[in-house]
């Protein structure tokens, strides 16, 4: 059964910078496009950005820049690292599979405040 625990969360001021972790099991993180999603307050869950299988990148336009996705096979994780925090990038962060989604993790909690 495939596992997904997304961590590296937590509070920064707009400017800040984090990284998310993604650690995957019961699969390779490189088998098939993974990506993060955000699920901000009041609003449905959105694609962020993703990383293809060749390690292609895609972003959705308000993050690209700002967030860079990229992943460590050897350790099976995915990571988000997020530069230039904005208050608008609050939100719960999971991690998955983009289609055919997995069971969705617990997520991992960014605030930024202004």
């Known amino acids: 059964q495939v596992q997904l625990v997304e961590s590296g969360g937590g509070l920064v001021q707009a400017g800040g910078s984090l990284r998310l972790s993604c650690q995957v099991s019961g699969t390779m993180v490189s088998a098939d496009a993974m990506g993060w999603f955000r699920k901000a307050p009041g609003k449905q869950r959105e694609w962020i950005g993703n990383i293809g299988r060749d390690g292609a990148t895609y972003y959705v336009g308000s993050v690209k820049g700002r967030f860079t996705v990229s992943r460590d096979n050897a350790r099976n994780t995915m990571y988000l690292q997020m530069n230039s925090l904005k208050p608008e990038d609050t939100g719960v962060y999971y991690c998955?599979?983009?289609?055919?989604?997995?069971?969705w993790g617990q997520g991992t909690q960014v605030t930024v405040s202004s």
């Open positions: 998955n599979r983009l289609i055919n989604k997995y069971d």
